[in-house]
């Protein structure tokens, strides 16, 4: 919530659903965004989908009918949202994942209309199934991606920057779950394994200081 009748909900099995409200969460409307790039996985999907529909074709109409409304009903999306981030009421940005590609929006007005500010290209497919998660701080975008080949990476983009990739340390730690900075060199990152790191150099080296379980009180 940006303020008690201003807010912002993210929903669905993939977090492909994005939501607003501005009466206090009495109502809400739907939002979406289109990625400004088509990848090839797009592209597949799309070709995907259009065959879905052909396919309802040879049915009869009321079975037809069901399909199509079914196929309305999950409003099948490749967009993954995370929640929008606001400085005030009216100037805000939002991260959403498509296949192959992450796209940065900005708003100044509140949400009514969002622009594509940043692109992170070169993803992993497998980032298609989850949000990329990042956040935007001292004006840079930061976001916890799986590259094709190699160890999980940080992409930090400034405002019209090139990304730099810093890698993490751990080989099995695939992705990003959670991430948080208070600098654009000091954070933390909570990786899909459960391990807690930290960084104070903007990502070039990182230190576990996952908690480990309370020891037992001495007799």
Known sequence: MVTPQFGWLVGGDGNEQLYVTRDGAKTWQRVKLEAPVKTDLMRKYDKNFEQLKRSFQGLPPLAARREREWAQEQDLSYAAYDLPVFEDPEHGDISVTYPGVVVLFATEDGGVTWKPDRILTGLHDASQESTVHSVVVD???????????GLPQLSKLGPGASATDSTMPAPEESGVSQMSFATASQGWVVTVYGKLLSTNDGGATWTDITPGPPQAPTP
């Open 139 to 149: 004006s840079t975008w930061i976001a916890g991606r799986a590259p094709r080949r």
